[in-house]
């Protein structure tokens, strides 16, 4: 065997071993669900329902399936590059052609609980990342950047979602943030523990939606709705997100699975 295949051999025994754990960072998919709010001039995407087809009676005597059906963007998922205008003509930009190399990244991940829980439309900044690289190095290319907030918590639909007057209020990012980190890091994308992978207020923003508008604009994708991300260290984890082959989808439920020997 060759050195190569050495690092899977290893890769195979750490994890026999428990040295590598597989830290799950899905949220549970069901009718409870919390599902993105736009505003009412919008069309609204279905959250998760669910019809029985048979179980193990006369419908499937030995057998039990159900028919599934949501809004492509529903609880823990993946946002393709078509999913925004801004990535509509991209190659490879839909879920069916993006090349299954780029479903698995190392990740970085931003600990910024305690600015979110000081103020719930907390914004990373670019100098938020580059204080971050101070401490722990650059953010490599080809990386997931993961925002922690806790949001994830948040176990109630209500306070996850946090809708008021003036719409929902959570966390995010800064256009210069997401500009650094698409254009000056290379990053495979975003992830996030809220809805959705922009800041609750980011419709009021310039450009709206900038996290949707730059990430998925330049060819990146997104990951909304994780947790465990207090699990993971600063840097080191391996993430591996593997949306559903949709044909022209343009996100999908994923289980995101991150290996990590902390
Ligand atoms: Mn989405």
Redesign the pocket.
């Known amino acids: 065997m060759d050195a190569n295949g050495r690092v899977l051999q290893e890769l195979v025994a750490g994890l026999a071993s428990g040295d590598i754990s597989v830290v799950d960072l899905t949220q549970p998919l069901g009718p409870d669900t919390p599902v993105?709010d736009l505003p009412a001039i919008f069309a609204s995407s279905p959250g998760f329902s669910r019809k029985t087809i048979s179980r193990y009676d006369e419908k499937g005597p030995a057998w039990y399936w159900n028919a599934i059906s949501f809004g492509?963007?529903t609880g823990t998922?993946f946002?393709a590059p078509i999913?925004w205008v801004t990535g509509k003509d991209l190659p490879n930009n839909a879920l069916d052609t993006i090349p299954a190399r780029k479903l698995v990244g190392p990740a970085c991940v931003v600990d910024v609980t305690r600015e979110s829980a000081e103020n719930e439309d907390y914004l990373l900044t670019r100098a938020g990342i580059e204080a971050w690289e101070k401490k722990h190095g650059r953010v490599p290319a080809g990386s997931w950047v993961l925002l922690r907030t806790d949001w994830s918590k948040r176990k109630d639909a209500a306070g996850f979602l946090n809708v008021r007057e003036d719409g929902p209020h959570n966390p995010g990012f800064h256009k210069d943030c997401l500009e650094f980190l698409a254009h000056e890091r290379d990053v495979l994308g975003v992830g996030v523990e809220t809805v959705?992978?922009d800041a609750g207020q980011a419709a009021t923003f310039d450009p709206p939606f900038p996290a949707?508008a730059i990430m998925q604009g330049s060819g990146r994708f997104?990951l909304?709705s994780l947790c465990n991300l207090d699990r993971l260290p600063s840097t080191g984890a391996v993430v591996i997100a593997s949306p559903l082959k949709l044909v022209e989808g343009s996100?999908s439920p994923v289980r995101v699975l991150a290996l990590t020997t902390a």
Do not use: V
Request: aromatic share 0%; glycine share 24%.
């Open positions: 993105i492509e963007h998922h946002d999913h959705g992978t949707h997104g909304a996100g």
